[in-house]
C-alpha cells in the first residue's frame, strides 16, 4: 500500500503523523511511505532521516495525498478538502461533530475517514486520544500558570503560593485522561485542586492515588458554579467521545469570576464545555470576556512537537500497519476497535453522534462494508 504524510499545516501545527522509526517499520512490511518535504521539521525529523528510513520524499502536499491512505495529526484544513476523494483512506484526528463544514465535505467526496479519537476499545478505553489528552492536560497547567502572571494579563498569583501565602485555587472540570493530567501537574506545583466529574467512582479513584490532595465535587450547575467563581484557573477537560461538549460553564458563571482569572478549554476541539469558549491558535492563542483570560487553542500538543509526536506515533503506528497489510475493510471487519474509529464511509457518516450534531441521516458501518 502507498501511504501518505504530508506536512501539517493547521496554524503552528508544529507535530508529523509518523517518525522516521515508523517508516522504517512500513517499509519493512513491504509498504511504500510518501513523506512531503518538511514535514518532520517541526518535530526534528529532517528530510534525509525519512530517506534514510526507506521513504519517498515528495516536494509537494498533492503527491503526499495521492496515497492510498493518508495518516495525517489535525483534521483537513479548507485548502486540504479538495485532496479528499472516494478511494481515501484518512486516518487522524477529525473532531467532526465540531466541525460542520468537513462533515459535509466528507460527505460529498466520499473518503474512507477514520478518527484516532473514536477508535475504542472494549473496555471504553481509547488509545488514540490518550496520549494527546495527556500532553495537553500537563499543557493546561503550564499555560494557566503562564497567563496567572501580571505582565500577561493575569492576576499575579504563583500557582503554589509561598509559605505564609495561600495557593492558587485550581478547578479542573472533567477527571478523565486530560483533567487527571491536569490534576496531577497542579498538586504537583502546589496549588489547591478541586476536580468535578459525573462520574463518582472516578472521583473516589482520584481521592485515593491522589492521597487524599484534592477536593473532589459531583458535578451539577450549583457546585460548578460556586467552584468556578472562587477559581484563579479552570480547566475545562469533558469529553463525550465523538460528540460534542456539553457547556457546563455559562457565561453567567465566567462574569462572577476574579478579574485575571484563567480559563483554559482543554474541550474546545469538540465545540467547548464553556459558553464563552471560540477557537484561537497558537499565534493568538487568547481572548479576554468579562476580565477573564479565555486561552481555547485547538491544537495545544501542537507546541511540544517533539513530545507529542513521538507520543502518538507509538499509539497509532500498531494501527496503521494492521490498516496497511490487510486493506482497510479487511482491517475494520477484523478488528472492532478501529471500526468505531471510522466516522465517514462513502459518502456516509457512520457516527451517530457526528449525524446527531448535525442533524444528519446516520447510516451503520456495517450496513455499508
Known sequence: MYVGVPREIKDNEYRVAMTPGGVRQLVEAGHQVLVETGAGEGSGFSDAQYQESGARSVSTAADAWSADMVVKVKEPQPSEHGFLRPDLVL???????????????????GPTGIAYETVELPDG?????????????R???QVGA???????GGRGKLLGGVPGVRPSDVVVIGAGTAGTNATQVALGMGAHVTVIDINIDRLRHLNE????????LSSNPLNIARAVQRADLVVGAVLIKGAKAPRLVTREMVSTMYPGSVMVDIAVDQGGCVETTHPTT??????????????CVTNMPGAVPRTSTYALSNATLPYILNLAD??????IRGDPALAKGVNAHKGHITYPDVAEAFDLEYAPLETLL
Open 326 to 331: 490487510m486493506g482497510a475493510e479487511a482491517a
Open 91 to 109: 486516518f487522524t484526528y477529525l473532531h467532526l461533530a465540531a466541525e460542520e463544514r468537513l462533515t459535509r465535505e466528507m460527505m460529498a467526496r
Open 282 to 295: 497558537h499565534s493568538d492563542p487568547i481572548f479576554v470576556v468579562d476580565g477573564v483570560i479565555h486561552y
Open 146 to 152: 503562564h497567563y496567572l502572571e501580571k505582565m500577561n
Open 139 to 141: 499543557m493546561a497547567i
Open 125 to 137: 478505553h481509547l488509545p488514540l486520544l490518550t496520549p494527546m489528552s495527556e500532553v495537553a492536560g
Open 209 to 216: 492515588v491522589m492521597g487524599g490532595r484534592l477536593t473532589t
